[in-house]
């Protein structure tokens, strides 16, 4: 690697991939590893390494000082006698792929020793209240449609509604943030979609005449397939770094959340509103909360009864 590093964002984006943790210092770009304590420092000029020492973290271990040119016998020297491997454009190539390779048995870090299990949340569905309140009306439906001729009814198809929450995977292995979501699992063949609390207004009962539909899935199945659209859904993209022969590779995983990372609550069934529209012509399907059309076999709505 050649030219000033300080001026490139390539060793910036090389270290947190290698899992370090990157910030800017006065003396320029620091990176540090807690996993094996590695710490780097990229300066801007070319001080003398004692000049900067304290811009290493105290608990580093390995400290590696990388300057824009190449550093004088002197100044390697200075930075042998004080535990610093200093480094410039000609030796940093050769260097780069021990500073980005993970450590063979990376230990278990305290954060992750002392992270608090990922518990389910508490029932998020009001007691008594299984019914999604449609927002547009019968007149609504029938301007959405543009259809003329044709019979409208209103069918309250049956979810599984369950709180879940999940723990957010991090590109080097330490606890992410958790978040509480709703799963919502269509109970007529298992379509999955993912709510937002406070998104639809529940009641007891509606005034509007409907057709009230049995679910043809049982709890436990709905659930087995909501944990994996909660897991895709929460998948994160990790960089993760490799030396293979002299060149430095990397890849761009998917990272889903661990198994004890997803929490599901208990799940309720609530009943949800769409209009159908039929006539000489076919069927159109609406969903009664967003006036989203739907088309009569798409998954969810497909083995409806007429």
Known sequence: MSGP??????????????????????????????????????????PAPTDVE?????????????????????????GAEHGMEVLGPTTLGPALGELLLPPPEAPVSEEMENAEPVEPPAQAIPEGERTVRPRLGRRDAEA??????????????????????????????????????????????????????GERELVKEIDEPHQRLDPALTDAEARQVAESTIRRRHTVSVDHTEQHGGAIVIERRKV??????????VSVLVHVPYWYAEGSDGRLVLDAVTGTRTAPDAPGIDGVPS
């Not at 811009?55 to 040119?69: K, M, N, S």
């Not at 709180?163 to 943030?177: L, Q, S």
């Open 54 to 78: 304290t811009e290493f973290p105290p608990d580093a271990i390995h400290r590696t000082l990388i300057y824009a040119d190449d550093p004088s016998d002197a100044a390697k020297a200075l």
């Open 144 to 197: 959405l449609a543009g259809l003329d001729g044709v019979r409208f009814s209103l069918r309250l198809i049956p979810f599984y509604v369950a709180p879940y929450r999940v723990r957010i995977p991090t590109p080097h292995g330490r606890p992410g943030p958790t978040s509480d979501h709703l799963v919502a699992v269509n109970a007529l063949n298992g379509q999955v979609e993912i709510w937002e609390a």
């Open 5 to 46: 590093p300080a001026a490139s964002g390539t060793l910036r984006r090389l270290f947190d991939a290698a899992g370090y943790r990157v910030d800017d210092r006065p003396a320029g770009l620091r990176a540090f590893r807690p996993r094996d304590r590695r710490a780097v420092l990229v300066v801007r000029a070319t």
């Open 256 to 265: 889903p959340p661990a198994a004890e990372d997803v929490r599901i609550g």
